[in-house]
């Protein structure tokens, strides 16, 4: 079985077709913007919960996509 998403330019598309983030609050302490950015690209938080996640249609029509997404129903 194949995991699909729906893009709403393409239509139902692999998930491998796409690559995924969180989209985190840096802390307050963190004032660059350089510093800032590099937290969310890579500092998870990987909590239960409700997410928000940016996911770009990377094997598509390379457009971004934000949803929100409930980790204890995966």
């Known amino acids: 079985m194949v995991l699909r998403l729906d893009c709403p ?5 692999p998930a491998d077709e796409w690559a995924y983030g969180e989209v985190p609050d840096p802390p307050d302490y963190l004032t660059g913007a350089d ?8 500092m998870m938080s990987n909590t239960e919960g ?8 990377a094997g598509g ?14």
């Open 9 to 13: 330019h393409c239509g139902p598309r």
């Open 35 to 42: 510093e800032r950015d590099v937290d969310r690209g890579f």
């Open 50 to 57: 409700v997410k928000v996640e940016r996911w770009f249609h």
């Open 61 to 74: 029509c390379r457009r971004w996509q934000t949803i929100t997404r409930d980790t204890t129903l995966d």
